[in-house]
């Protein structure tokens, strides 16, 4: 159970906190929701219907959410969408846009899927004529912001960091030695957060998770436990679950080293602890399996058949 004292979160974070009243149940008081947070749950309920772009959907896509012309000239301020991925105040931001070692753009944190849920459209900014979507990154560094305002209310042994994605094992381990939090980095044990009579079980108040896909079961569980989940989560995700998001690129390894990294730096700078560790040390040195380049291949030769017989 969340309890009353850890779930309090400041005005400010509750004006953006995107909270699934249904999976909390505090055992104090119950969370007080301002106004303009529940019209913003309205707006953004989540759905558990998943929409999958079809090959051809490319023109009712862009009506959607319309292209960014590279031929658009964009206005000379701070303030622009010369990169096109939406407006941004390059002074407001945790990491500059295309900076050589954490950018961005430079680690493709704004790069989607071709698949997208209507829980996710309010972080997409546009379809690449390529047809992957294209996070508006303004709205990922407010998220992270958050997050880590969110996650720096919690005792640091009260939150457990899970990632079944290889990419993201490492990442977190680094996250939890730099903030003191607890992370599973090796394969998630179902009963971990439900089974008091296995060896890895564990009452933790918040659970981060990096991709909704693969730890399903972690997630599973802490809805059943009234735990507190948090996830970075990409495209094609659906908000079930889930009581706060951060949008991003939950596949590539130097995105997801780039969202704990600066999560990392942000709880360290709201305790006022040193923060000095290089992005680089949050970079996983995984390399994918064998077996899994090579599924890649057959699905690449399956989709190249399925686009030859269309024509």
Known sequence: MVESKNTDVNEEMTEELNINEANIENTGEETEVNEELKEELTEESPTDEAIEEPEDAEEEAEEELPEVSELDEPVETEKSDAAGVGVVDSNDLLVALDDEKQGYLTHGVHIGLKYRTSDMRPFIYRIRPDKLCVFE?????????????????????????????????????????????????????????????????TEPKLLVITDPGADLQAIKEAAETGIATLAICDTNTRFKNLDFIIPGNNKGKNSIALIYWLLAREVSRIKGKEFDTPFEHFVSYAEPQPYLLRMQELQRMSRARQRGRKR
């Open 137 to 201: 990154v303004s709205k990922i560094d407010k998220r992270i912001k958050i997050a880590a305002k969110f996650i720096s209310q919690f005792n640091p042994q009260d939150v457990l960091l899970v990632s079944n994605r290889e990419y993201g094992r490492h990442p977190i381990k680094k996250f939890a030695e730099q903030t003191g939090c607890r992370a599973i980095t090796k394969r998630y044990v179902s009963g971990t957060l439900t089974n008091p009579n296995i060896a890895n079980y």
